[in-house]
C-alpha cells in the first residue's frame, strides 16, 4: 500500500515521536453517522469521526510545554497522514482534503488536560494484539487484595459496551469477594 509498502493492516515499521510510539500500518475506527441518520448534517455531506489509537505519552514529555505542543502536533499529523493515506488508498481518486468543511483534531496531551486520561490514551493501554480482548489485566489486582479494575485498560477493553462489560465483570468479582 502507499502507507508502509505493504498490504493495508499489515505490520509496518514502527516510528518513535518522542515517547509515543506511531505504526505506519496503523488501525483506526470511523464513524460515518450520516448513514444511518441523515438528520445529523446537511444533506448531500457527512460528520466523520476518526479514532486512531494512540501509545500513551510519557509524564516527561508533558514537562515542557514547548515540548508537549510540538510533540502533540507531531502526533497529531502523523496520524492524519496516515489515515488519510489509507482512506485514499481504499477508495481510490477520493482526495480526502477537496471534501473536508471543517475538520477538528484531539491529541493525547489534549485528552490528558481534558478528561486526566494518563498518558492521553483515550482507548487505555496501547493496542497491539498482545494488549487486546483477554491479554488485559483482569478485575482484581494480582497482588493488592481488595484493588479491582474497570474501564478501557481492563478486560475486555475499550469502547462502551466493552467498558460496561468489564464494570459488570468487576462489580461481580467485588461482591463475590465480599460474599
Known amino acids: 500500500s502507499r502507507l508502509t509498502g505493504a498490504a493495508p493492516g499489515s505490520e509496518g515499521e514502527a516510528l518513535r515521536l518522542g515517547g509515543a510510539e506511531a505504526s505506519g500500518a496503523v488501525n483506526f475506527y470511523v464513524h460515518a453517522p450520516a448513514t444511518t441518520d441523515p438528520s445529523c448534517c446537511p444533506k448531500g455531506h457527512d460528520a466523520i469521526t476518526v479514532l486512531v489509537p494512540c501509545a500513551p505519552t510519557t509524564d516527561d514529555e508533558a514537562r ?19 489515515v488519510k493515506e489509507r482512506l485514499e488508498w481504499c477508495f481510490p481518486g477520493f482526495k480526502l482534503d477537496e471534501h473536508l468543511v471543517a475538520e477538528r483534531t ?14 492521553g490514551a483515550v482507548f487505555g493501554l496501547s493496542h497491539p494484539l498482545s494488549q487486546l480482548s483477554v491479554f488485559r489485566p483482569g478485575p482484581r489486582h494480582p497482588k493488592a487484595k481488595g484493588l479491582y479494575f474497570a474501564g478501557a485498560s481492563g478486560r475486555p477493553g475499550n469502547g462502551v459496551p466493552l467498558v460496561l462489560i468489564g464494570a459488570e465483570s468487576t462489580a461481580r468479582a467485588v461482591l463475590g469477594d465480599l460474599a
Open 64 to 82: 515542557d510545554p514547548r515540548n508537549e505542543a510540538a510533540l502533540e502536533a507531531a502526533i497529531v499529523g502523523h496520524a492524519r497522514t496516515l
Open 106 to 119: 484531539v491529541g493525547p496531551f489534549e485528552w490528558r488536560r481534558l478528561y486526566g486520561l494518563k498518558g
